[in-house]
């Protein structure tokens, strides 16, 4: 027997593949009318094909299987209606992509630019304004008290008053709050003034679950200290059938997202230290790969004329290649044009005491090592182009961290510093775009952190813009 509680979401997906079907024949329409190919009586008298059918099928199985992946088909109550609206459009622009390699197998004429544009534009307009009806909806009938769900809270720390006060003061979101439950302890005194109940201890626990109407509970007790608690409450939790949720603070990882994963029939709990889903990545991948390809074809006369010039000003090959950290701590040579004299490296010993950056890295605005020619490559940073050979091999990606050398990253001091290199470098990134060699290098770091913590495909396309001025300028270049 389908759950009350999944009425709602089942009527979704049945309302999903109507919206997608309406869309499909909106777009149908527009495309008929600007190409007037056929007379809008005719295109209406047409009799669909099976084969025709079948592929429409196809079609709306892939947006149904792409919502379910990222999460559309299950409750979202918790959630944030901007989160929801993101999703929405994460899910359509990525059917839109399957539909384009079933149009391309299946010789799908009508697939034009134009088409697949209104077609998203439709899909996506529609769907987000019947979540956000359903939504208001969903809330109109929470605040008049139906569609609720009871909550208890186990642990009165800090964390667990401030999470009560979210779901008190949004009771669009369907919660009623039962009450708290713990021993106590010595800021049982500072739980008390917050103003809500503990409604039993945990010897009183079950006694309590068999009597009163609880559906979901949420743990804030600290994991270290109160381990065999967690294990005896979430398992009493799972005898009643009540709904678990974990929040990732108790363990400690506030950079931290939480993933649910499968692997041969046992279920693990994952976190991922960056902002980053899996289909956003392989879009990244493509960019990477388009664009440098591009800018190699255009700037191959470009290449041409700085190697002439080298070989020409000083002795030595082209390129220099250095080995670098890259994605968790791999090694790669990273390929630069040469802007120093030969054995640059080994003379560094001698100029260590001139360093006049802080942290780790080495870095001197005169460098008696760079030549003529290389003064112009770092300040135009045109020296950074052959890079682009890295980003196309798959070693580096057009945006993120710079790479660092393996002398830099053996100065490292702190941990928390090491994060950056759990996402693959890049040309550039918020470092490059905000002074460069004018900012320290604590502040270089969380330059890096913020751009893993918030990183989207937007956000990369914004630092890519705003690199050109940065190089034009020639701001921070050393």
């Given amino acids: 027997m389908l759950s ?28 008929v009318h600007r190409q007037h190919s056929v007379p809008f009586r005719a295109f209406l008298a047409m009799r669909a094909r099976i084969a025709d059918v079948l592929l429409f099928f196809l079609i709306l199985a892939s947006y149904h299987v792409v919502f379910r992946t990222f999460g559309l088909y299950r409750s979202r109550r918790l959630s944030r209606r901007f989160d929801e609206i993101i999703d929405v459009l994460k899910g359509t622009s990525l059917s839109l992509v399957c539909f384009v390699g079933i149009a391309a197998v299946f010789s799908i004429r009508m697939a034009t630019l134009w088409f697949l544009l209104v077609f998203w534009t439709f899909s996506s307009a529609t769907m987000i304004a019947s979540r956000l009806m359903l939504r208001w909806l969903l809330a109109q009938i929470r605040i008049h008290g139906r569609n609720l769900r009871h909550m208890l809270i186990f642990g009165t720390n800090e964390r667990a008053v401030a999470f009560a006060r979210k779901i008190v003061q949004s009771p669009d979101r369907g919660y009623r709050l039962v009450g708290f439950v713990d021993d106590a302890w010595s800021g049982m005194s500072v739980f008390a003034r917050s103003g809500f109940d503990v409604v ?10 068999r009597n009163r109407v609880v559906d979901e509970a949420v743990i804030y007790l600290p994991f270290g200290s109160l381990y065999h608690r967690w294990s005896e409450v979430a398992n009493l939790c799972s005898q009643h059938g009540i709904i678990v949720r974990l929040n990732a603070d108790t363990f400690g990882l506030r950079n931290a997202r939480w993933l ?45 004329s700085v190697a002439i010039a080298i070989k020409a000003t000083s ?3 082209v390129f220099f290649f250095q080995e670098r950290i890259g994605l968790n701590k791999r090694r790669f040579k990273i390929a630069k044009f040469r802007t120093m004299i030969q054995d640059a490296e080994r003379l560094m010993r001698d100029l260590e005491s001139k360093n006049e950056v802080s942290g780790p890295v080495f870095k001197i605005r005169n460098d008696p090592r760079i030549t003529s020619i290389g003064k112009f490559l770092r300040r135009s940073s045109i020296d950074e182009l052959p890079q682009l050979l890295n980003v196309l091999k798959g070693d580096m990606s057009l945006v993120g961290p710079r790479p660092l050398p393996v ?15 759990s996402v693959k470098p890049g040309i550039t990134c918020l470092w490059q775009v905000n002074g460069r060699s004018n900012i320290s290098f604590d502040e270089w770091m969380l330059l890096d952190l913020q751009y893993m913590d918030e ?18 300028r020639g701001s921070g270049a050393a």
């Fill in 4 to 31: 009350r509680y999944r009425v709602p979401l089942t009527l979704l997906q049945l309302l999903d593949a109507l919206l997608v079907a309406l869309s499909f024949g909106l777009a149908t329409l527009q495309l």
């Fill in 200 to 209: 039993c201890n945990y010897a009183g626990l079950a006694e309590f679950l």
């Fill in 260 to 304: 649910a994963e499968e692997f041969d029939g046992s279920h693990y709990i994952a976190t991922r230290t960056w902002a980053a889903d899996d289909w956003p990545l392989v879009a990244k991948r493509l960019l990477d790969i388009a664009v440098s390809s591009a800018l190699l074809l255009l700037f191959l006369p470009l290449f041409v």
């Fill in 315 to 317: 002795t030595g090959p």
């Fill in 407 to 421: 002398r830099d990253y053996e100065g490292f001091s702190e941990d928390w510093q090491r994060r950056r290199f």
């Fill in 455 to 472: 990183w989207s495909l937007w956000l990369d396309l914004k630092i890519l813009a705003r690199t050109v001025p940065a190089v034009i």
